[in-house]
Nanobody, 124 residues
Framework: QVQLVESGGGLVQAGGSLRLSCAAS????????MGWFRQAPGKDREFVAA????????WYPDSVKGRFTISRDNAKNTVYLQMSTLKPEDTAVYYC?????????????????WGQGTQVTVSS
């Protein structure tokens, strides 16, 4: 069983930055693909970023590419999402997810475990 706990959300003005953290339990954290997704009210959950277990490969949708950076520290069992140049449309609940086996990193169906989410609100 894997437990994921997100932190770092909050209220920020447009153009500002936030860093989200996701602390994971489990001895094999370093072997998981880790992802971040977000869900705004009335919308589907959407892919934000993913990182392979070695951290050598990352993926982003065009909507956040160049503004968001995913990273991981396997020694601390933690994955991060650095968000910069935030926009009001980035407002959502952000979820951390872990995939045990390799699959499409942008598909939420590839992930086996999910955190409870952390709210990010960007004011204009």
């Amino acid at each position: 069983q894997v437990q994921l706990v997100e932190s770092g959300g909050g209220l920020v003005q447009a153009g500002g930055s936030l860093r989200l953290s996701c602390a994971a339990s489990g001895r094999t954290f370093s072997s998981y693909t880790m992802g971040w997704f977000r869900q705004a009210p009335g919308k589907d959950r959407e892919f934000v970023a993913a990182i392979r277990w070695r951290g050598t490969s990352t993926w982003y949708p065009d909507s956040v590419k160049g503004r968001f950076t995913i990273s991981r520290d396997n020694a601390k069992n933690t994955v991060y999402l650095q968000m910069s140049t935030l926009k009001p449309e980035d407002t959502a609940v952000y979820y951390c997810a872990a995939a045990i086996q390799w699959g499409n990193p942008s598909s939420l169906y590839a992930y086996d475990y999910w955190g409870q989410g952390t709210q990010v609100t960007v004011s204009s």
